[in-house]
């Protein structure tokens, strides 16, 4: 009798002893169960992107490499995702130059559910009519956001500092750009190869705008657009602050905003190389 109550209290210490210490190790066990978890998450999305993304965004998410089905090298026609000012911090420059409130990751999720109409950006999730399900976009999203690593976000990218006043920008002289001359005819070619003509259409020709206005006239109509700015200011201030001033008649009807439907994030991508500013304003206005 008494042998099996000693029995009984050893077996029944030794039962919270091995309970008690799978209760230490929970939280340590759940900690590697989220990390797999999310590891996939993002290992799914991976896939998701190349079969669905990569054409416009580029294999890398950077939108300089891209290929169609076939293999061949395309032009990539989406932004850049792979890109310090949309998924770095916690508040990206992007959230607020389009005036989102939100997290970044609500950002990431809304924008390929609902995509961005009037773009190539189509809707993905099924709720819209795309080809997506719910967790499908959640994967391709935390795919997206996972290019916020270290290297990528250590420091913010040098960003031009752009003066305000067109006429200073002009003469312009630091110790990385002096302003020269402006050349119409590398005008011209900045005018593609920012993927202006792709929604403001050909100058040369009077309604080949698809998205926003057609800039034939701006010479003149941009003199009358904001109260105290020339043609020029007033251009200028359009590529770099579009949400300041929206235009009264865009392709297929009055202009939305703010936020612009016009790309937002000019004033980064045209900091590499500010002449390519001057030179897209002669060929606009003609200085
Ligand atoms: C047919 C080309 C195309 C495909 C395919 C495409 N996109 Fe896009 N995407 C675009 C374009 C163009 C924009 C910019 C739209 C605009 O002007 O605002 C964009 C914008 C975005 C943005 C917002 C970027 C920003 O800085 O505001 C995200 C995020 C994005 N795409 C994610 C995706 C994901 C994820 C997929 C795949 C499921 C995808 N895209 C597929 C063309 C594409
Ligand atoms: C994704 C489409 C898109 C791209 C790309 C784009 N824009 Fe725009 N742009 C718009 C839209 C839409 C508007 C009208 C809303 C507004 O005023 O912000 C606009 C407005 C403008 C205006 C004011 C026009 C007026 O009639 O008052 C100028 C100037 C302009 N864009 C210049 C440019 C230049 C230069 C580029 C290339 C460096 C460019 N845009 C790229 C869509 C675009």
Same mark, same amino acid.
């Given at each position: 009798m008494q042998v099996k109550v000693v029995i009984g209290t050893i077996a029944f210490m030794l039962t919270m002893i091995i309970l008690g210490y799978a209760a230490l190790r929970e939280p340590e066990r759940l900690e590697h169960f989220t990390a797999a978890r999310e590891g996939r998450t993002v290992e799914t999305g991976a896939k998701l992107f190349f079969d669905n993304?990569?054409?416009?965004?580029?294999v890398d998410g950077t939108a300089q490499e891209c290929y169609d089905s076939l293999g061949n090298s395309i032009a990539c026609q989406g932004l850049p995702l792979n890109n310090y000012f949309l998924?770095?911090?916690?508040? =990206?420059a992007r959230l607020e130059q389009t005036l989102f409130e939100g997290t970044k990751q609500q950002f990431i999720e809304r924008t390929v559910a609902a995509g961005r109409s009037g773009?190539?950006?189509?809707?993905?999730?099924e709720r819209y009519?795309? =080809?997506?399900r719910d967790d499908q976009v959640k994967n391709v999203a935390a795919f997206v956001l996972n290019f916020a690593n270290e290297e990528l976000c250590a420091a913010e990218p040098i960003s031009f500092n752009w003066p305000e006043s067109v006429d200073d920008f002009f003469v312009m002289e630091t110790e990385d750009f002096v302003a020269a001359p402006g050349d119409p005819e590398n005008g011209a070619a900045v005018y593609t190869s920012f993927a202006c003509n792709s929604c403001h259409?050909?100058?040369?020709?009077?309604?080949?705008? #698809?998205?926003? =206005?057609?800039?034939?006239d701006i010479e003149e109509v941009g003199a009358t657009?904001?109260?105290? #700015?020339t043609a020029v200011q007033y251009v200028y201030n359009s590529i770099l602050h579009p949400n300041d001033y929206i235009a009264p008649d865009c392709a297929t009807g009055p202009c939305i905003g703010p936020p612009s439907?016009?790309? #937002?994030d000019l004033a980064f991508r045209m900091s590499n190389n500010p002449q390519d500013m001057v030179d897209l304003l002669a060929y606009l206005i003609g200085e």
């Amino acid at each position: 009798m008494q042998v099996k109550v000693v029995i009984g209290t050893i077996a029944f210490m030794l039962t919270m002893i091995i309970l008690g210490y799978a209760a230490l190790r929970e939280p340590e066990r759940l900690e590697h169960f989220t990390a797999a978890r999310e590891g996939r998450t993002v290992e799914t999305g991976a896939k998701l992107f190349f079969d669905n993304c990569a054409t416009c965004h580029g294999v890398d998410g950077t939108a300089q490499e891209c290929y169609d089905s076939l293999g061949n090298s395309i032009a990539c026609q989406g932004l850049p995702l792979n890109n310090y000012f949309l998924v770095c911090g916690d508040t =990206p420059a992007r959230l607020e130059q389009t005036l989102f409130e939100g997290t970044k990751q609500q950002f990431i999720e809304r924008t390929v559910a609902a995509g961005r109409s009037g773009t190539a950006m189509i809707a993905w999730s099924e709720r819209y009519g795309g =080809p997506m399900r719910d967790d499908q976009v959640k994967n391709v999203a935390a795919f997206v956001l996972n290019f916020a690593n270290e290297e990528l976000c250590a420091a913010e990218p040098i960003s031009f500092n752009w003066p305000e006043s067109v006429d200073d920008f002009f003469v312009m002289e630091t110790e990385d750009f002096v302003a020269a001359p402006g050349d119409p005819e590398n005008g011209a070619a900045v005018y593609t190869s920012f993927a202006c003509n792709s929604c403001h259409g050909n100058v040369e020709e009077a309604g080949s705008n #698809q998205i926003g =206005p057609w800039l034939g006239d701006i010479e003149e109509v941009g003199a009358t657009r904001v109260e105290g #700015q020339t043609a020029v200011q007033y251009v200028y201030n359009s590529i770099l602050h579009p949400n300041d001033y929206i235009a009264p008649d865009c392709a297929t009807g009055p202009c939305i905003g703010p936020p612009s439907a016009m790309v #937002q994030d000019l004033a980064f991508r045209m900091s590499n190389n500010p002449q390519d500013m001057v030179d897209l304003l002669a060929y606009l206005i003609g200085e």
